[in-house]
């Protein structure tokens, strides 16, 4: 159908070039009706057709070629996709419930209809097609964006997103070290921000502690926190120290070495703690807060998914407010904020993102590089764990990553 569109629009272009003075008229109008990819219908990508273990990857050269559907939405050629913890736990369900109910809320489809789904949350590339209502970005502007998971991903050479999840790419960075920063980024600036109520302005000299700080969200919740003026306490294994010094962690606590609560709790007291641990912290970490002062725990680890997918979805989603009210409730007759953060694509929070990026305030942390062909060995190195920075895989090289 695009394609006989397409052929309709040509014509008419044919008949129009015949008369007098409308070529400039023509040509005005060729930018609303794009057609830059219309009679493209595959591309090349990687897929899953079930979920399970890395043997579900594959790859194929006959993906659906993205559509634009609505007229806020652009379509990017992928340069360089970045891989997270959370496309480990996608390809094999994790939260399949909850975002079969996002990407289908009126259940009209069967159940498995996402497949062939695409992973991958990071991307970097350039802009091909831009839909009617897009005023922001134009087609080959360089662009970053952080994927919602109940969208196709970016191990692919094509994907479609809302123009408000895109920012244009810093120019500082490259497209493989773009790749590595927006989830993470996103992910924390929801915490902090959203979550934690901090910002550039009342952040200065806040005291932070973050459990976890050389993964992703955490290396990259350093260097925003200290170029807010925060003062970041870290726990890490020993030889991840140097590395989240380098960061510009103020002091850093090898949890490794003995119960990390101990050395923790010698410490002054927390203005913010952002866990990316999970498990037993929660029975300690509260009481490394100030009290009575407004300081927050805010936890990315949440049993929100794991609920919806064991309970369903109306029942898990009960068991999840209860959980969340009984522990608000319980530490806050205490003192201190209870709270969960959770992933939210924002391009506004990139467009910040990007400036604090090319001031030299925040640099991209990539620990791995793969090619297209290695996808599945890129995920053996996410889902190993222990990462200190970013796993990208290079889909198309462009001139500054050559």
């Known amino acids: 159908m695009r394609t006989v569109r397409h ?5 008419w272009l044919f008949c129009l070039s015949k008369s007098p003075n409308m070529t400039t008229s ?10 830059s990819n219309s009679c493209l219908t595959i591309m090349p990508a990687w897929v899953i057709d079930k979920y399970g273990s890395n043997d579900v990857l594959r790859f194929t050269k006959n993906a659906s070629f993205p559509v634009i559907n609505y007229p806020n939405e652009v379509i990017v050629r992928v340069f360089a996709a970045g891989l997270n913890p959370f496309d480990v736990s996608m ?20 159940t498995g209809s996402e497949f062939p789904l695409i992973l991958g949350r990071d991307v970097s590339g350039v802009i091909m097609e831009c839909g009617l209502d897009v005023k922001y970005f134009r087609e080959r502007d360089e662009v970053w964006a952080a994927i919602p998971p109940w969208k196709q991903g970016s191990l692919a050479e094509f994907v479609v997103l809302s ?7 810093p120019k500082s960075l490259s ?27 009342n952040c200065t000299k806040k005291r932070i502690l ?20 925060a003062r970041v306490t ?10 989240v010094k380098g960061l510009g962690a103020d002091h850093v606590v090898d949890y490794t070495a003995r119960p990390v609560e101990e050395p923790l709790s010698a410490l002054e007291k927390f203005d913010l703690i952002l866990d990316n641990v999970g498990g037993d912290t929660e029975r300690w970490a509260l009481n490394l807060l100030k009290p009575w002062s407004g300081a927050k725990y805010v936890t990315l680890v949440t049993p929100f998914l794991q609920n919806t997918d064991t309970l369903g979805i109306a029942d898990g989603m009960l068991q999840t407010a209860a959980t969340m009210a009984t522990k608000a409730l319980k530490h806050f007759v205490k003192g201190v904020h209870y709270r969960w953060g959770f992933f939210a694509p924002s391009g506004p929070a990139l467009d910040e993102i990007r400036e604090m990026v ?10 791995e590089t793969f090619s297209f062909s290695q996808v599945p060995q890129a995920f053996e190195k996410v889902e190993k764990g222990h990462a200190r920075g970013k796993t990208v895989v290079q889909i198309r090289k462009g001139e500054d990553d050559s």
């Open 210 to 229: 973050i459990l976890g700080g050389s993964g992703g969200v955490g290396t990259f919740a350093i260097q925003m926190l200290k170029a807010w003026g």
């Open 7 to 11: 052929l309709m629009y040509s014509r």
């Open 234 to 243: 870290v726990t890490c294994s020993q030889n991840a120290e140097g590395f």
């Open 358 to 367: 090319d001031a030299g305030q925040i640099r991209a942390v990539v620990e």
């Open 91 to 110: 390809r094999g369900g994790y939260g399949s419930s909850t975002l079969a109910m996002k990407r289908d809320p009126l259940n009209i489809n069967q």
């Open 163 to 169: 123009a408000n999840e895109v920012s244009h790419k």
């Open 26 to 35: 023509v040509s005005s109008q060729a930018r609303l009706f794009s057609t």
């Open 175 to 201: 497209h493989t070290e773009a790749a590595a920063i927006p989830y993470v980024a996103t992910t924390a600036w929801s915490a902090l921000v959203n979550t934690g109520g901090l910002t550039k302005d």
